[in-house]
């Protein structure tokens, strides 16, 4: 059964890749790149051009999402135990899905180091800040040793009286004498 390039699978096994994990994407996108490379190196080479399905090193490359789409729009055909590119067909659907293929790898790369530059520069925001909290903390304190050593200084407890602030019963008249 011969099948032919479709663009429409290889932007769905494309979008499929990118809803995958960065170290799952990393994995497939490495044997994609080595798979449809060898077919675009050696076209006429039959062993390029055919995968077996149940190869132990491609399991965890089939398992992924996104790749079978991608290969059957590169004009791989799905046939028993395998998936083959005619040897009649053109590698135009491998070119478009290396191509795509190597885009995206680039556009995920850029996304993640934009991302660290953004992670980088939230943290050195919140460490000036914190250093600056540090330091208005820092001449609090120092203004109020400064103020300890002036003549007349008393240590006050927020919110207590002392001496003549202090009202006792007396003062309101409350002492008991029944009257």
Same mark, same amino acid.
Request: glycine share 8%; hydrophobic share 45%.
């Given at each position: 059964?011969?099948?032919?390039?479709?663009?429409?699978?290889?932007?769905?096994?494309?979008?499929?890749?990118?809803?995958?994990?960065?170290?799952?994407?990393?994995?497939?996108?490495?044997?994609?790149?080595?798979?449809?490379?060898?077919?675009? &190196?050696?076209?006429?080479?039959?062993?390029?051009?055919?995968? !077996?399905?149940?190869?132990?090193?491609?399991?965890?490359?089939?398992?992924? !999402?996104?790749? %079978?789409?991608?290969?059957?729009?590169?004009?791989?055909?799905?046939?028993?135990?395998?998936?083959?590119?005619?040897?009649?067909?053109?590698?135009?659907?491998?070119?478009?899905?290396?191509?795509?293929?190597?885009?995206?790898?680039?556009? !995920? &790369?850029?996304?993640?180091?934009?991302?660290?530059?953004?992670?980088?520069?939230?943290?050195?925001?919140?460490?000036?800040?914190?250093?600056?909290?540090? %330091?208005?903390?820092?001449?609090?304190?120092?203004?109020?040793?400064?103020? !300890? %050593?002036?003549?007349?200084?008393?240590?006050?407890?927020?919110?207590?009286?002392?001496?003549?602030?202090?009202?006792?019963?007396?003062?309101?008249?409350?002492?008991?004498?029944?009257?």
């Amino acid at each position: 059964m011969a099948s032919t390039m479709n663009p429409l699978k290889i932007e769905v096994g494309i979008s499929m890749l990118a809803e995958t994990r960065d170290w799952e994407f990393a994995a497939a996108h490495a044997l994609l790149k080595k798979i449809l490379g060898n077919v675009l &190196a050696n076209p006429a080479e039959p062993k390029f051009r055919t995968l !077996r399905t149940s190869n132990a090193k491609l399991a965890p490359l089939f398992a992924t !999402r996104g790749v %079978k789409a991608l290969l059957r729009g590169a004009g791989f055909a799905e046939e028993a135990d395998f998936l083959s590119l005619d040897a009649a067909a053109p590698t135009d659907g491998v070119h478009l899905a290396l191509s795509q293929l190597e885009a995206h790898a680039v556009a !995920r &790369a850029e996304r993640a180091e934009a991302a660290k530059v953004q992670e980088a520069s939230e943290r050195k925001a919140m460490a000036e800040e914190g250093q600056e909290k540090r %330091k208005l903390m820092r001449t609090q304190i120092e203004e109020d040793a400064a103020a !300890r %050593k002036e003549p007349g200084w008393t240590a006050k407890a927020a919110g207590v009286k002392g001496g003549k602030a202090i009202t006792s019963c007396a003062d309101i008249g409350a002492q008991g004498g029944g009257g």
